[in-house]
């Protein structure tokens, strides 16, 4: 009997502004986490998924362009994929509408 083909997905939260993430630290988030992930996916051409809010990737731009630059790359010419999310993590059923709709926006 034939093996059943199993797929597995990977998706990977990048988050700059985790609570107990010091701003002097982000630095070593993007060099020591994100970069490795990055170069993983472009040389095996690795299908990962990225989600991140609006806020993490003005931060990552501004922090290490490069870095942001290779996401985009990999998003739009690699395998990859972007899961959006809202500007800010927040708890959508325990804002009022208003502030979902402007953080989706």
């Known amino acids: 009997m034939e093996q059943p083909l199993i797929q597995i997905y990977a998706i990977f939260h990048l988050n700059l502004a985790y ?5 002097y630290q982000r630095s070593e988030v993007i060099q020591q986490c ?20 609006g806020y993490t990737l003005e931060v990552l731009s501004a922090e290490d362009s490069q870095c942001f630059q290779e996401l985009r ?3 739009t010419e690699g395998s990859c994929e972007f899961i959006g999310s809202g500007y800010a993590q927040i708890i959508g059923p325990l804002v009022p509408a208003e502030v979902n709709r402007k953080n989706l926006v």
């Open 19 to 23: 609570s107990s993430l010091e701003d």
């Open 73 to 75: 790359w990999l998003v």
């Open 34 to 53: 994100y970069w490795p992930l990055f170069r993983l996916a472009r040389k095996h051409d690795l299908p990962f998924g990225f989600e991140a809010s």
